[in-house]
């Protein structure tokens, strides 16, 4: 150990300037090397930085077109569908309206059809009660015809 401390203070001077020149260099290439590349590394970076902002805002913009586009087609459709809607209402009203005025006539032929059998049971009803009268009466008649048969035959 004494060895290398003794031959560091004898060769102090040659280590000193070899430990400058290099120190030297290390400024040179710190300063002539390094710091342009870092410079240049951060003009790069802030190229892709930029380009990064528009590409972003071209989509947002991108984004707003389409956006608005959409929206564009969905009140034209909405609309479309609405005057559809409004279309199907109108013809469903008229339809219904159709099938009461169907179901109103119907109804009036079936309310009048009700009255003429009705009608119909009445009558028949008075023709048995007519037909009734009739058979007694015939039975009646035949009764009295036998009794004047028998008032009128001699008397064995």
Do not use: C, H
Not at 13 to 32: C, E, M, N, R
Not at 90 to 106: H, L, V
Not at 131 to 139: A, G
């Amino acid at each position: 150990m004494r060895k290398i401390w003794r031959w560091t203070q004898d060769n102090a001077g040659p280590i000193t300037v070899t430990l400058a020149v290099l120190g030297g260099f290390a400024a040179i290439i710190q300063f002539s090397v390094v710091r342009p590349m870092q410079q240049g590394f951060t003009v790069v970076n802030q190229r892709i930085d930029d380009q990064i902002r528009y590409i972003d805002q071209r989509f947002d913009d991108q984004d707003r077109s389409i956006n608005q586009r959409f929206d564009a087609q969905d009140r034209s459709i909405n609309q479309r569908f609405d005057a559809v809607n409004q279309r199907f209402d109108a013809q469903d009203k008229y339809i219904n309206q159709r099938f009461d005025a169907q179901d109103k006539y119907i109804n009036q032929r079936f309310d009048a059809q009700d009255r003429r059998v009705e009608d119909l049971v009445r009558d028949v009803s008075e023709l048995r009660k007519l037909n009734d009268r009739v058979i007694r009466n015939e039975t009646r008649i035949d009764i009295l015809i036998e009794q004047l048969q028998t008032a009128d035959a001699p008397a064995p």
